[in-house]
């Protein structure tokens, strides 16, 4: 049990993280470089899966513990 804890709160703290890293670059570049689509795209890929783990681990913890 306490490695679906463990899990369930290390994707949350990496989806946190990749929002908190994306606003702070967004606040220190705001101007858009050329080729930026595909690293949008893999950060939005990232997010999604972070997400989805982070959700599926935490309902497990709450309805198993």
């Known amino acids: 049990m306490y490695i679906v804890l463990v899990i369930a709160l290390l994707s949350t703290l990496m989806w946190v ?6 606003y702070i670059n967004a606040k220190l ?5 050329e080729g930026s689509e595909e690293i949008d795209k893999q950060r939005a890929r ?3 899966v972070l997400l989805i783990i ?7 913890y709450i309805i198993y513990s």
Not at 17 to 22: K, R, V
Not at 29 to 33: E, F, K, V
Not at 54 to 60: D, E, G, M, Y
């Open 17 to 22: 993280n990749t929002l908190f890293t994306e």
């Open 29 to 33: 570049n705001p101007y858009r470089q």
């Open 46 to 48: 990232l997010k999604l």
């Open 54 to 60: 982070t959700s599926l681990f935490w309902v497990a």
